[in-house]
């Protein structure tokens, strides 16, 4: 996480902000805290794009998909004013670095962490379409670890599958090349079948660090889905079997997110991470990252703490920073050493969701790493924004108490 530039609100709605999270094409993601204590992740949509009255649209329909979905498995949409002079909305804040970030270049999760990790978004997914919706953006950078189990973010290009209203154009694909299902990729009708084709390149990913379709851009990834077999590595068992199964050209073949949960975690993904299931080295990356998060709001807001801070604990969710007689807030601890909070060796990471018009592929429009935090990611190329102060609205919906 960042420190606020002076461009930069220091805050949005009723939330006091901390830091940056990173950003996108839509907008930036900011660390903050309501007035009850409760850290979020906040989302602030770019001005220029306020001005969009399409984009405006598509916003309200993206966070009333993820007001319907909040369950497990997810990150719950607490507030929102999709009709403020700068759209924001805010969530529940992941304790954990996404997929991306914890493999890659060849090292994966051990077994027993991906059989979890498929399991609990098989059933992420399911409840996803049950809502009769399909989330079309299952990849690595979307997907956060935690100590409580898997989330799956970024619902920002959910749709309804009745398909009564499409705001894409023709011949447009929206998703991430080389986690897209083939049908997406043609501009075919795309039903909950395309997420569950995600999945198994999720899968791939995190048990070799490698996707199942390689390639150094978007024409090269977009080919191979449609046409060539997934790479598997050394996948084996029944969790290649799964992975296979979900990457099947035909839709009509992979199996249903129900199914892959039955096969993963017969007794249900929940059991599984209560008994543990991610290994040590993360457990306690997420451990050290919580302490320096305890220092950071400590921080006055106006001078917020410098340097990395990574991800959040669960414990830090909800409870504010003891007071000492003078009221000003006291430290907890001393922060962890800079060098202590070096991730786990990454590699390659999925980039963000990109517009790709079939037959014309800028072969230039490489894999971009996504910024952790990032809830709600859109196409574009993550230009820097001015300052918005996102205000107070009257339609603003929800408040986080």
């Known amino acids: 996480m960042q420190p606020l530039q002076a461009d930069e609100p220091t805050t949005v709605g009723p939330y006091r902000l901390l830091g940056r999270l990173g950003h996108g094409g839509m907008g930036r993601v900011y660390l903050g805290r309501s007035a009850g204590g409760r850290t979020v992740a906040v989302k602030v949509v770019h001005p220029h794009f306020a001005l969009d009255d399409e984009f405006r649209e598509r916003f309200r329909r993206e966070v009333d998909a993820a007001r319907r979905v909040g369950g497990a498995w997810t990150a719950p949409v607490l507030d929102a004013d999709p009709e403020a002079r700068v759209p924001w909305v805010a969530t529940g804040f992941v304790a954990g670095p996404s997929l991306a970030q914890a493999a890659g270049s060849g090292?994966?999760?051990?077994?027993?962490?991906?059989?979890?990790?498929?399991?609990?978004?098989?059933?992420?997914?399911?409840?996803?379409?049950?809502?009769?919706?399909?989330?079309?953006?299952?990849?690595?950078?979307?997907?956060?670890?935690?100590?409580?189990?898997?989330?799956?973010?970024?619902?920002?290009?959910?749709?309804?599958?009745?398909?009564?209203?499409?705001?894409?154009?023709?011949?447009?694909?929206?998703?991430?090349?080389?986690?897209?299902?083939?049908?997406?990729?043609?501009?075919?009708?795309?039903?909950?079948?395309?997420?569950?084709?995600?999945?198994?390149?999720?899968?791939?990913?995190?048990?070799?660090?490698?996707?199942?379709?390689?390639?150094?851009?978007?024409?090269?990834?977009?080919?191979?889905?449609?046409?060539?077999?997934?790479?598997?590595?050394a996948?084996?068992?029944?969790?290649?079997?799964?992975?296979?199964?979900?990457?099947?050209?035909?839709?009509?073949?992979?199996?249903?997110?129900?199914?892959?949960?039955?096969?993963?975690?017969?007794?249900?993904?929940?059991?599984?991470?209560?008994?543990?299931?991610?290994?040590?080295?993360?457990?306690?990356?997420?451990?050290?990252?919580?302490?320096q998060l305890l220092d950071l709001e400590g921080t006055p807001a106006e001078a917020p703490a410098s340097g990395p801070v990574g991800f959040s604990s669960p414990s830090v969710n909800g409870s504010s920073p003891p007071r000492a007689p003078s009221g000003r807030p006291t430290r907890r601890t001393r922060p962890p050493s800079r060098a202590a909070h070096r991730g786990p060796r990454g590699g390659r990471q999925a980039g963000p969701a990109v517009r790709v018009r079939i037959g014309d592929v800028d072969p230039g429009d490489r894999e971009r790493p996504r910024a952790q935090g990032e809830l709600l990611g859109r196409p574009g190329r993550g230009r820097r924004a001015g300052g918005g102060d996102g205000g107070r609205h009257p339609r603003r919906e929800h408040a986080a108490r």
């Open 107 to 233: 090292h994966g999760l051990p077994e027993h962490s991906v059989r979890v990790l498929g399991a609990g978004l098989a059933e992420a997914l399911a409840a996803v379409h049950g809502l009769g919706l399909v989330h079309r953006d299952v990849k690595p950078s979307n997907v956060l670890l935690t100590v409580d189990g898997p989330r799956l973010i970024d619902f920002g290009i959910a749709r309804a599958t009745d398909g009564t209203a499409s705001l894409t154009s023709t011949g447009v694909s929206i998703g991430s090349p080389g986690y897209m299902s083939p049908e997406q990729i043609l501009g075919r009708g795309v039903t909950g079948a395309a997420d569950v084709f995600s999945l198994g390149a999720v899968l791939v990913y995190a048990a070799t660090g490698d996707s199942p379709f390689p390639g150094d851009s978007s024409a090269a990834l977009l080919y191979k889905v449609v046409h060539e077999e997934p790479e598997l590595g």
């Open 235 to 291: 996948l084996t068992g029944e969790l290649r079997e799964v992975a296979a199964a979900c990457l099947a050209k035909d839709a009509a073949a992979r199996p249903t997110p129900e199914e892959v949960a039955r096969r993963l975690a017969p007794e249900g993904a929940a059991r599984l991470v209560a008994a543990g299931w991610l290994p040590g080295a993360l457990v306690e990356q997420v451990s050290r990252s919580a302490v």
